[in-house]
């Protein structure tokens, strides 16, 4: 059975730096690949990014590439998704999914999903 639990979420100023962590069930990382969605208040869900479990392959949405890391740890079963120079409108609920593949067009479709952990970004 899968299960997905997020940590790691917390408050931090713009500019900031946090990394948030998916600890999966066992095997779960062998046969899915991991994703990372996001939904703020009043907005629809926001595809972040996933990685491959095949081949470690990532992809991003446009709105983080370049100050988002996904990565994962299969022997500890945990994906990680680091986020840096922070800002306001990166402020949700982020979620970890899982899904056989990384499909880009379809960011947001996962059949696994974790209870979500609170990023706030404000002065």
């Known amino acids: 059975q899968v299960q997905l639990a997020e940590s790691g979420g917390g408050s931090v100023p713009p500019g900031g730096s946090l990394r948030l962590s998916c600890a999966a069930s066992t095997f779960t990382l062998d046969f899915y690949s991991i994703g990372w969605a996001r939904q703020a208040p009043g907005k629809e869900r926001e595809g972040v990014g996933c990685?491959?479990?095949?081949?470690?392959?990532?992809f991003y949405a446009d709105s983080v590439k370049g100050r988002f890391t996904i990565s994962q740890d299969k022997n500890n079963h945990v994906v990680y998704l680091e986020m840096t120079s922070l800002r306001s409108e990166d402020t949700a609920v982020y979620y970890c999914a899982a899904r056989p593949w990384c499909n880009p067009d379809k960011p947001t479709e996962y059949d696994y999903w974790g209870q979500g952990t609170q990023v706030t970004v404000s002065s």
């Open positions: 990685i491959s479990s095949r081949d470690d392959s990532t």
